[in-house]
């Protein structure tokens, strides 16, 4: 695995795509750096978030999160793969793809690790969100639960 992952920040990771796409229709980042203490995400987005928005992204996925859903992981051909997700960011050569599951939350290609239950992550903080030359940007941490 060529990226460094923490599980907990990169399935947060997930169901924060999936709340974008719900609520925006803007499709998942096309830049992300999932690190320990703190993450970000880019989106292509038309403009700045109001933080109205902001805070219904954060309750969303807090809710998701709450929700325990389970996660997990399957492997399906490439030609399956490529009618229901979005394959560009798949290196060359793939033969079949690995798609993680979000309970029925989200879906999507993924190498990264994760956690079993959504209930793992803890508190999703969107700590900052910016908007610069059609791309958002939004910052984000993690609280332990425990």
């Known amino acids: 695995m060529s990226k460094s992952y923490v599980p907990r920040m990169h399935s947060a990771e ?24 703190k993450s970000k995400c880019d989106y292509h987005f038309g403009r700045e978030l109001t933080d109205v928005e902001a805070q219904q992204i954060e309750a969303a996925v807090n809710e998701a999160i709450l929700a325990d859903l389970v996660v997990g992981a399957e492997m399906i051909s490439l030609a399956e793969a490529a009618k ?10 793939a033969k079949e793809i690995r798609i993680v599951h979000v309970g029925d ?15 793992e992550i803890g508190t999703f903080l969107l700590s900052s969100h910016d908007f610069n030359d ?10 332990d639960s425990k």
Request: aromatic share 8%.
């Open 14 to 37: 997930h169901i924060l795509n999936q709340v974008m796409v719900r609520k925006f229709e803007c499709g998942r980042c096309f830049s992300a750096h999932v690190n320990k203490k």
């Open 84 to 93: 229901l997700y979005n394959l560009t960011r798949l290196p060359d050569g």
């Open 105 to 119: 939350f989200d879906a999507c290609p993924c190498i990264g690790e994760h956690v079993k239950r959504t209930s």
């Open 134 to 143: 059609g791309v958002l940007r939004i910052r984000y941490k993690l609280i």
